[in-house]
Nanobody, 124 residues
């Protein structure tokens, strides 16, 4: 059974930092592209960042580029999202996603597996 479990969310003031973690089980982690998406109530799920299994290439949405960093730990079956200079508009539930050689890394429809999400709230 595949499981993705996020942690690290919380309440932080604008300008602060958080580090999200996602631990996977039930998949051969080193073969999976990993991503973070976020969702605010009333809005569509939004791409945040992705990292390829092969080569480790990373991708970011324009809204987080330069502030967020995605990394993966293949020995711990984990993916991380370091979030710096947080803004109130970063407030959302953040989801970890996994897919083996995802076709469109920015499109949530192409990811097979999802975590339950972790809430990030940034106060102004």
């Amino acid at each position: 059974q595949v499981r993705l479990e996020e942690s690290g969310g919380g309440l932080v003031e604008a300008g602060g930092s958080l580090r999200l973690s996602c631990v996977s089980s039930g998949i051969t982690f080193g073969r999976y592209d990993m991503a973070w998406f976020r969702e605010d109530p009333g809005k569509e799920r939004e791409f945040v960042s992705a990292i390829r299994a092969t080569g480790g290439r990373t991708y970011y949405s324009d809204s987080v580029k330069g502030r967020f960093t995605i990394t993966r730990g293949d020995t711990t079956n984990s993916v991380f999202l370091q979030m710096n200079s947080l803004k109130p508009e970063d407030t959302a539930v953040y989801y970890c996603a996994a897919d083996e050689r995802v076709h469109q890394y920015y499109n949530s429809r192409f990811y097979d597996f999802w975590g339950q999400g972790t809430q990030v709230t940034v106060s102004s």
